[in-house]
């Protein structure tokens, strides 16, 4: 098998853009923050408690959309934490966002423990089924590869899209843009910079919770510890590297799911002669390089980490 | 209105008294959790305090834990102190273990008063070269470390899983992903008999006080500060901003790197995936409770460790998730940044935003 046989298989690119569906909450949350100005190193932590909560609902009865709901509310809710340290207060973003993480992590961890005490193997729900959509999921190529996913995969490229139509073309989205490169002036326009912050923080932290939730609710089917694996860490790189553009976050994404997914087939082919580990390490290490690949050229939001404190230059 | 005014000087006393409120805040909150769960509020406390604290073995268990815990919190102190931030003690603490096996299980015969420091020194060395690729990334590229170092953690394992699975694995162990053990010559000495407590303690200790005479005494350190007040001001002043910064990168990587060759080498014998309980994360907490001041780190390591070892007992005892243990000293990271802020402003009561 060639490598362009893989590349031309159309399960292919439905298993790319499966994995690349967290990465695509988690990008299009980052994105959000950091044009307000935020960066929100919440994120791994966030997304792990959207997992857990996003599982738990379901496993308690409350169904699969309840459980993208619970996720969201869960991520909301870190996301007014995070807002309250880094924009009310003004602290440190890189060491509040990381604080954020622990205790999103922690309190995750305990409350699975909590809800199940002692269960040697994590209880498993029934996840979103693949769609079959009338006709759309019968066109050729792009019927297999967008439309037989799942629900939740489709509703991340609509969050980007969103994010997108959003950011460029409407009022509000104007003002965070500006908020993240000059709050000054957008407080003397009268719009609150730190409530426009906050709010950003706030949406932004609840996409990447429904990253999270994917991982439960439709990538697998149960909640397993250290299961978000850094992909919230990889998506900050992906932000560096999509230069904070929502289009290109998308496709930032997409591109590491089918490398990933490509790894994954090669370790099917290659397996046995190369450590197993050698492959996992790969999309850290493509993440690393998409970060100083982006960084080189990076034009970063003015004002990404400097926290606005009114009445002060 | 609550207005929050810059004060000129800190009170020495209000910068103790912050980390301390900030420890017992987050012990208050824990309440909140452990009813969450059903348990006896008052017995998990005490239960806790007496598994810390209790017993000789208990207060040598909880200085056998704040060992690795001090030498991450110096690494993310020392870097944080010019804004370099190092989140990757993690990974450079599985980075020093594995060099200590390298050099310690049997590649090296040597007596142990020149195994031991060599072991210790491969780790530090270790732990400092896989700082460098981040610190140059940021220094040349302007990539933010916090991500590559974070990263770099989940490669590092990997590399420790590969490495214990494969080369490096102990043809004894029975199957089990297990390093071979050190040879005894490169064993740190115990300190106190039949208890975990190891000689790596002294060097954590000599670590913090060197640390300590750097940053105050040295022009090194004044670097290293003034850099970290103001980058634009450091330069302007003419000092090295770009090789301060890979400096103390390299000092920082070396403290989490000797924190890995010390378990390895004090605690374990031999390397496993398990070997950190989350040490290089812990001690950013260690860190930030220690206002940055790499003697203050002792202290801080020691209130971590006590609330990690109490927890493990609390949990044995009555049930409760030792999980709890993490979100103590999450909430307590939290608690000391707000209160952090009181050593910074004055919280003034005014009437309105006209008032001065």
């Known amino acids: 098998m060639s490598v362009l046989d893989i590349l031309l298989t159309l399960p292919f690119w439905t298993a790319a853009l499966r994995i690349a569906t967290p990465l695509i909450f988690g990008v299009a949350g980052a994105v959000l923050c950091e044009r307000a100005g935020v960066l929100n190193l919440g994120i791994e932590g966030i997304m792990t408690a959207g997992a857990m909560t996003g599982w738990l609902a379901v496993h308690l009865g409350a169904g699969l959309w309840g459980g993208v709901l619970a996720a969201a509310l869960t991520g909301a809710l870190l996301g007014l934490l995070l807002a309250g340290l880094t924009v009310t207060l003004g602290l440190s973003q890189h060491v509040s966002g990381l604080a954020v993480t622990l205790l999103a992590t922690s309190a995750a961890y305990f409350g699975y423990r909590l809800a199940l005490p002692g269960a040697e193997t994590p209880p498993r729900i029934v996840p979103f089924a693949p769609l079959a959509l009338p006709l759309l999921s019968d066109l050729p190529v792009l019927g297999p590869v967008l439309f037989r996913q799942t629900a939740l995969t489709l509703l991340a490229l609509g969050a980007i899209a969103g994010l997108a139509l959003f950011l460029a073309r409407t009022p509000l989205g104007l003002a965070l843009r500006a908020v993240g490169e000059n709050p000054a002036a957008v407080e003397a326009q009268g719009i609150d910079v730190h409530r426009l912050r906050a709010g950003a923080v706030v949406a932004g932290s609840a996409l990447m919770a429904l990253g999270g939730a994917f991982l439960t609710l439709s990538a697998f089917n149960a909640f397993f510890f250290e299961m978000v694996a850094g992909r919230g860490w990889i998506c900050i790189a992906l932000t560096v590297f999509a230069g904070w553009r929502p289009g290109k976050a998308l496709l930032g994404a997409v591109l590491f799911g089918a490398f990933d997914a490509f790894q994954v087939r090669l370790q099917q082919v290659a397996g046995g002669a190369v450590p197993g580990q050698v492959f996992l390490m790969l999309p850290y290490l493509l993440s690393i390089a998409a970060l100083l690949a982006g960084a080189r050229n990076a034009r970063a939001p003015k004002a990404l980490m400097v926290p606005f404190i009114r009445g002060e230059r | 209105m609550i207005r929050l005014q810059p004060r000129t000087e800190t009170p020495a006393l209000l910068r103790l008294a912050v980390p301390v409120a900030a420890a017992l805040v987050a012990l208050a909150l824990a309440a909140l959790p452990l009813a969450l769960a059903g348990a006896p509020v008052l017995r998990a406390y005490a239960s806790m305090a007496q598994g810390a604290l209790g017993s000789r073995f208990a207060l040598t268990e909880v200085v056998t834990r704040a060992t690795p815990l001090i030498l991450t919190g110096l690494a993310a102190a020392v870097a944080f102190r010019a804004r370099l931030y190092n989140i990757g003690a993690e990974g450079q603490l599985y980075a020093g273990a594995l060099a200590a096996v390298a050099v310690g299980a049997g590649a090296v015969a040597a007596p142990p008063a020149l195994l031991v420091p060599l072991v210790l020194l491969a780790g530090a060395l270790a732990g400092a ?87 105050a005494r040295t022009v090194a350190g004044f670097a290293i500060r003034a850099v970290g007040a103001s980058s634009p001001a450091a330069r302007f002043a003419g000092l090295p901003v770009a090789g301060t910064l890979v400096g103390v990168g390299a000092l920082s990587g070396a403290l989490a790197g000797l924190a890995g060759a010390g378990e390895v080498a004090g605690v374990k014998g031999f390397l496993a995936a398990d070997l950190s309980p989350g040490y290089g994360y812990a001690g950013i907490v260690v860190a930030m409770l220690a206002g940055l001041s790499p003697l203050g780190t002792v202290a801080a390591a020691l209130f971590v460790a ?51």
């Open chain 2, 129 to 215: 070269a896989l700082m460098l690729g981040p610190t140059l990334a940021r220094v040349l590229l302007g990539a933010d470390e916090v991500v590559t170092t974070l990263l770099l953690n989940f490669v590092v394992l990997l590399l420790v899983q590969m490495m214990i699975e494969g080369p490096m694995k102990d043809p004894m162990s029975l199957g089990w992903p297990q390093s071979e053990p050190l040879a005894d010559a490169a064993l740190l000495p115990k300190l106190v008999e039949r208890t975990r407590l190891h000689a790596g303690l002294l060097v954590a200790l000599a670590a913090a006080l060197l640390t300590h005479l750097l940053l």
């Open chain 2, 306 to 356: 006590a609330v990690f070892v109490g927890a493990d007992s609390m949990s044995r005892a009555i049930g409760v998730s030792s999980y709890i243990a993490n979100l103590i000293v999450a909430m307590a990271l939290i608690a000391v940044l707000v209160a952090g802020l009181l050593t910074r402003y004055h919280v003034r009561l005014a009437p309105g935003p006209a008032a001065r």
